[in-house]
């Protein structure tokens, strides 16, 4: 199969124009009930095909005894058998002309089982005959939110909003795991791919698709372990010229890699190895879950920084001296001020305020005015290459406003990024908040987070410096 | 004053019998407004009098011109006047025989203000000769859910759950970025404080009390800077035999420094000195400030470890894989099971499954018993010290039971210390997570974070045991 055959096979797996379910049941305690539903409550327009000999009808839909049955065409199959079976299925995709898979089914490569490697190698064996991409084995599946696609088991997925990032994970788990921060955040989602234990799509081939597809503007890719690093690192080099890609390694322990490889049967490998790679071939790291997803939020929103030179505006001192020292203990700079800018926010602030970087706003918090001024006044400065703004919920009612309009053509007038740690009570600035996702200003939850996703700007300024590509 | 005595007067500014609000105002723009909102809407059960010349009532309250025109003894004054006015007030309280103060009135010994300095000793002179003892100045003030007080100027602190853990923050600021974290996780809290410039309460003065304080049973503190280390470490030392106590430093930077000084009057001094001596004085360090409070949380809620050696055990295997990496990265053992242990596992557990430490319960996930059995095999293994429960909502309906009796039983019998990440999305498992809390399991929105507040009862319990207190 071509390279460009292999990108036009995944295209009609992430945009099917019908998708059919093997395995789908009434039955609650089944997978393939909730694989059902998932589609289905995802909102899906295309035609739907429950496949199982035993219904004559699931959820009001017409059910099919087998692939074959089913008279249209079928893009996209998925699959909730048993292991045993799910050779047999895979087969009739092939007789179907279905166009991809996404195989939850589990128990194949990662088993102890003796017969587990030698189901996956036959396994890969007939979709490689068939040219059927095959997401999984063992995984939850994936989302396309652009599609209305929830080819999972998992309903909860369709409720973050679309957007731009991508998610690639070895584990379906993390993907579960990061969704209620997702929705927290209110941050816009393109695909989540649980890989599992990658029949024939990989971590190269899903960057290889990723792209080229206009709906993804940043890559985060959760990494066990990899079976062809060397491909990995060649293809994320080329992409990484076009768009960010973002990498969380773990089985870096050595028990955590022997788990690894009975997780999703590929070694984990050394992990000092893995983060030189990464960072020769463009990838940026990330060192937790939460980082991960905040890193890809803020490289899909904001452009990449010019230098490491970093202000921190606060609105309380407390926030902006975290911020400051996870800057200069990340390896950020604390830029020092132009004396034009420190004699001009001087004469903005009061005596009593920290008026050089961090700049703290706390005594004129309720003056969105003086606010707005000192954060243009930061941004404006040449010796700044990148912008935290943090802000809490303080008071009570409307005394505190946010200078949101300062923070974005601040933003907007500079080219320079910026991002913020914004926290609040449950519903307080829900509207603010959707301005500031609406001005692609990524928001995070602590000034931590906040810095370490200008981090992920910073390097990856860096990295597009090194391969001389402008921006 | 004697220590006894300072500790009788803290316990009037924290439990008050009456408040007075020294600035109370109608006008929703005057902080006034906001802190006299506050402590009526926290439900304070005695008499509150509003205390400002320009009105006869406010918020239905009769208002009074001045501290000594109040009737009946005031506890509490909440004091929130222009900085030139607060030595005037500070006099007042001394007449009026006020017991406690928190003063919310910044401008003062932080100021580049030439007068700053000289008005906050001023300022402690008087509440010196005066007995008061005051939180502030340059505060948000303090809480004390046990007492419904509400001592500052954000209503949404009285939403926190009474509980056991108690915060002392140098900054408000950061007591308002914890805040929607705490509400979010359900910790429930005890005493709030922002100590702002520390009149004449510092970080020993709160230990100490808090130390005897029956609602608090773990203390967490925010430290930028300390006016006098010694002092502090020593008095950790002995409250540490009783009570945990953990430490966020920040002004570790040079640049953070300065601004620290500037923010609340005093130098931050170097990071590394610091973190050895906490430790020495039996503080367990805190590297963030989501796991300042998470770490207060588990030290709260459960027992110090008698060991290193830590079991995972995971609904999904990516969670356990992050959390035993998280383990060997911060110094934690990833224990050896006994082979009896494998071997009934193994019994228990499919083969596709990982089944030594991180325990992967993916493939029987629908199956509480066999969750909850794997669960109690691995409490009872005598290699294990410690215990991290990782737990995501998948599917969707009641597919997915938590196997809660499993885990709060195996922690009661076995003594043996457990965390728990558990996340999902809104709504879904606020019922298990109520129980969990009730049973005193603490919850963690990570499987990092579970780990690190592992980490502080693993810590804990080596403070005790070189201590010679018995646990």
Redesign the interface.
């Given at each position: 199969m071509s390279l460009e055959d292999g990108k036009r096979r995944l295209a009609f797996l992430f945009y099917p124009r019908s998708v059919a379910v093997v395995g789908a049941s009434k039955n609650?305690?089944k997978?393939g009930y909730?694989a059902l539903?998932?589609l289905i409550e995802g909102g899906f327009k295309g035609p739907i095909y429950p496949i199982n000999p035993g219904y004559s009808s699931i959820f009001g839909l017409k059910a099919y005894s087998s692939l074959k049955d089913v008279p249209g065409e079928i893009d996209l199959a998925i699959i909730v058998v048993p292991a045993k079976v799910a050779l047999e299925v895979l087969e009739e995709c092939r007789e179907a002309g279905v166009k991809g898979a996404v195989l939850i089914t589990?128990?194949?490569r990662?088993?102890?089982?003796e017969e587990?490697p030698r189901l996956q190698e036959e396994l890969r064996r007939i979709a490689e005959k068939s040219k059927v991409k095959v997401i999984g084995p063992n995984t939850?599946g994936m989302v396309n939110l652009h599609a209305d696609l929830n080819a999972g088991?998992?309903?909860?997925f369709s409720?973050i909003k679309k957007g731009v990032v991508s998610l690639v994970?070895?584990?379906?788990?993390?993907c579960?795991?990061l969704?209620?921060?997702i929705?927290?955040q209110g941050i816009g989602m393109s695909k989540i791919v649980g890989l599992g234990n990658r029949l024939n799509v990989d971590f190269a081939d899903m960057l290889e698709y990723l792209a080229h597809d206009e709906d993804t503007r940043s890559i985060a890719l959760?990494v066990?372990g990899i079976d062809e690093p060397r491909k990995l690192m060649e293809t994320a080099r080329r992409v990484a010229r076009v768009k960010p890609i973002v990498a969380f390694k773990?089985?870096?322990?050595?028990?955590?890699d022997?788990?690894?490889k009975?997780?999703?049967g590929s070694l984990a490998g050394n992990y000092e190895l893995y983060k030189a790679a990464f960072k020769q071939s463009g990838i940026v790291v990330a060192d937790?879950?939460?980082e991960l997803i905040s890193k890809a939020d803020a490289l899909a929103h904001q452009p990449p920084a010019k230098g490491r030179r970093v202000a921190v505006i606060?609105?309380?001192?407390?926030?902006?001296?975290?911020a400051?020292?996870t800057?200069?203990?990340k390896g950020l700079e604390?830029t020092e001020f132009t004396e034009e800018t420190v004699s001009k926010i001087k004469k903005l602030l009061?005596?009593?305020?920290?008026r050089?970087?961090?700049v703290?706003l706390?005594?004129v918090a309720?003056d969105p005015e003086k606010c707005g001024e000192a954060i243009r006044l930061v941004f404006d400065d040449p010796n700044v290459d990148a912008v935290v703004v943090n802000y809490?919920?303080?008071?009570?009612?409307?005394?505190l406003l946010l200078p949101i309009e300062a923070i974005i053509s601040s933003h907007r007038e500079t080219g320079k990024p910026v991002t913020m740690?914004l926290?609040?009570?449950?519903g307080?600035w829900d509207v603010e908040k959707e301005s500031l996702r609406k001005a692609s200003i990524p928001i995070f939850?602590?000034?931590?987070l906040a810095v370490e996703a200008l981090k992920a700007l910073v390097e990856y300024g860096e990295y597009l410096s090194r391969a001389n590509v402008p921006f």
């Open positions: 609650t305690k997978m909730h539903k998932s589990a128990g194949l990662e088993a102890e089982l587990g939850f088991f998992t309903p909860s409720r994970s070895q584990s379906g788990g993390v579960h795991l969704m209620p921060y929705l927290e959760y066990e773990t089985g870096r322990s050595r028990k955590a022997a788990a690894s009975s997780h999703t937790g879950s939460l606060s609105l309380v001192a407390g926030l902006g001296i975290i400051a020292d800057c200069e203990a604390l009061p005596p009593f305020t920290i050089t970087n961090p703290d706390g005594f309720n809490i919920f303080s008071w009570s009612e409307d005394f740690c926290r609040y009570p449950h307080v939850p602590t000034p931590e």
